[in-house]
């Protein structure tokens, strides 16, 4: 895996109007219906509305896992973690959407209109023909200085590459001119450097059409989540 299909994954999240909700029911049978999200943006979370009654909300009295799903073509994204119920008027307010206004003809502080709120631990993904399965720790250990996945890169074994942050900015192919940057800044990686992307790390993330990212970016991504995290 690596920091390209962490980037398709967040493309197809957020290009899906309905999604695939997992919750165990009353009787401890699985329970999957769809279900629109709430401006889908990546893989970390999700919001959905529901209706304090719906059958949803009432699996939720007995635990909190569950699973969502996004579909794309030959796509797909599992994410696997922990649901809450959102009642709170802030939130409800914030997430509120007009078309909601033919569930709940009260508004946002209708009382029977709440906010589910989904927490990604464990990601399964197929994606152009490519696999992967990682938790949300894993991903948001920093691996580099560009913010690159060297944990499930191929050059790890193949070559005896420790990576940047092992080799002191020195993996196999030499010295590298982005983690040379970081570490002479003294930053653990480009997420904390308020010039990213800068044109060394854009030189790599969106002008390489042989080796840079697919989609551009992808590795910028990846910094500004280990970015966000750390704060």
Same mark, same amino acid.
């Given at each position: 895996?690596?920091?390209?299909?962490?980037?398709?994954?967040?493309?197809?999240?957020?290009?899906?109007?309905?999604?695939?909700?997992?919750?165990?029911?009353?009787?401890?049978?699985?329970?999957? *219906?769809?279900?629109?999200?709430?401006?889908?943006? +990546?893989?970390?979370?999700?919001?959905?509305?529901?209706?304090?009654?719906?059958?949803?909300?009432?699996?939720?009295?007995?635990?909190?896992?569950? +699973?969502?799903?996004?579909?794309?073509?030959?796509?797909?994204?599992?994410?696997?973690?922990?649901?809450?119920?959102?009642?709170?008027?802030?939130?409800?307010?914030?997430?509120?959407?007009?078309?909601?206004?033919?569930?709940?003809?009260?508004?946002? +502080?209708?009382?029977?209109?709440?906010?589910?709120?989904?927490?990604?631990?464990?990601?399964?993904?197929?994606?152009?023909?490519? *696999?992967?399965?990682?938790?949300?720790?894993?991903?948001?250990?920093?691996?580099?200085?560009?913010?690159?996945?060297?944990?499930?890169?191929?050059?790890?074994? *193949?070559?005896?590459?420790?990576?940047?942050?092992?080799?002191?900015?020195?993996?196999?192919?030499?010295?590298?001119?982005?983690?040379?940057?970081?570490?002479?800044?003294?930053?653990?990686?480009?997420?904390?450097?308020?010039?990213?992307?800068?044109?060394?790390?854009?030189?790599?993330?969106?002008?390489?059409?042989?080796?840079?990212?697919?989609?551009?970016?992808?590795?910028?991504?990846?910094?500004?989540?280990?970015?966000?995290?750390?704060?």
């Amino acid at each position: 895996m690596n920091a390209n299909i962490f980037a398709k994954a967040a493309q197809i999240i957020k290009a899906c109007d309905v999604a695939y909700i997992g919750l165990v029911d009353e009787a401890g049978y699985p329970m999957v *219906s769809t279900i629109a999200p709430i401006n889908p943006d +990546s893989i970390f979370e999700a919001y959905f509305a529901t209706g304090t009654r719906s059958n949803k909300c009432k699996c939720l009295q007995k635990g909190s896992q569950g +699973s969502v799903c996004y579909h794309s073509g030959g796509d797909n994204i599992t994410l696997v973690g922990d649901v809450e119920v959102l009642t709170d008027q802030p939130t409800k307010s914030r997430l509120w959407q007009d078309e909601f206004k033919d569930f709940w003809p009260q508004g946002e +502080s209708d009382p029977a209109y709440c906010v589910l709120k989904f927490t990604t631990r464990r990601v399964l993904l197929w994606i152009d023909n490519e *696999s992967a399965s990682f938790t949300i720790d894993e991903l948001l250990t920093v691996q580099s200085r560009c913010g690159l996945l060297c944990k499930w890169c191929m050059f790890r074994e *193949s070559h005896n590459c420790g990576g940047c942050v092992e080799t002191n900015g020195h993996p196999f192919h030499g010295e590298c001119p982005v983690a040379t940057c970081c570490q002479q800044k003294g930053l653990p990686h480009c997420g904390d450097c308020p010039e990213i992307p800068c044109d060394k790390l854009r030189a790599y993330s969106y002008d390489d059409p042989d080796h840079g990212d697919n989609p551009p970016g992808a590795r910028v991504a990846i910094c500004q989540a280990w970015a966000t995290i750390a704060r």
